[in-house]
């Protein structure tokens, strides 16, 4: 497609249960961003690919947040044990290189924790 | 640590005034900075990006500036319409080839007719 994608678009799940949220970016795009966004918040980075860098996890807000990029294309953010606080849409961009530029976003997967 | 602020309140305008939105950070030399609006339910949506030896940038009824001295970004809406009524979020990014993107929390704008 020529957006990135984003799978599932709502996601229910039990307080406890491993969750994976996918996303596909722009072909030919070397970066990759994670955020999280809660009701009426702003965007909280979460983690960032660029090319075969090691990635940047420093916004991953517990060891039951990881993320991975495979071929340097489709990205995968997992969940373990869910928590209620974990409730939130969770955003995934890409951009053709990094911060110097434009980042297109997927509409996001909106996660709840029940 | 780095922290951007943008108005937490809501910024109410009439139509066909001029809507001014800021964007101030702190502990951060960014050389990009980047505004995109978001809609309910939607993901944010690129609009403009500065770098920092730029003062100012304009696209049709939108105008960035960024002063690097005073750690702060202006974004201008002219002639505003009801449909400009959104969340706009700014966004920085350092030199280099690492520079991930990092957001403000956003001001709501509604435009009033």
């Known amino acids: 497609g020529a957006g990135v994608s984003q799978s599932p678009s709502n996601k229910v799940t039990e307080k406890g249960k491993d969750v994976e949220l996918r996303c596909d970016p722009i072909?030919?795009?070397?970066?990759l961003y994670w955020y999280r966004q809660s009701l009426g918040q702003g965007l909280e980075f979460l983690i960032y690919?660029?090319?075969?860098?090691?990635?940047?996890k420093s916004g991953l807000p517990s060891d039951r947040f990881s993320a991975e990029r495979t071929g340097g294309s489709v990205s995968t953010l997992t969940i373990q044990r869910t928590q209620q606080e974990d409730s939130a849409v969770y955003l995934c961009a890409s951009s053709p290189q990094g911060g110097d530029t434009e980042a297109f976003f997927g509409q996001g997967t909106r996660l709840t924790v029940v | 640590s780095q922290k951007i602020e943008q108005n937490s309140e809501a910024l109410n305008i009439q139509e066909g005034k001029t809507a001014t939105l800021t964007c101030n950070y702190t502990?951060?030399?960014?050389?990009?900075l980047q505004w995109y609006r978001q809609d309910p339910g939607r993901g944010p949506v690129f609009l403009l990006l500065i770098r920092e030896n730029e003062k100012e940038k304009r696209k049709e009824r939108l105008k960035v500036t960024f002063d690097t001295t005073l750690k702060q970004s202006l974004f201008h809406i002219t002639a505003s319409q009801p449909a400009d009524s959104a969340t706009y979020l700014c966004?920085?990014?350092?030199?280099?080839?690492?520079?991930?993107?990092?957001f403000g929390a956003g001001t709501r704008l509604a435009v009033h007719p």
């Open positions: 502990n951060y030399s960014p050389a990009y």
């Open positions: 966004a920085l990014a350092s030199s280099g080839g690492y520079n991930k993107l990092i």
């Open positions: 072909s030919g795009h070397t970066a």
């Open positions: 690919f660029q090319g075969n860098s090691a990635p940047d």
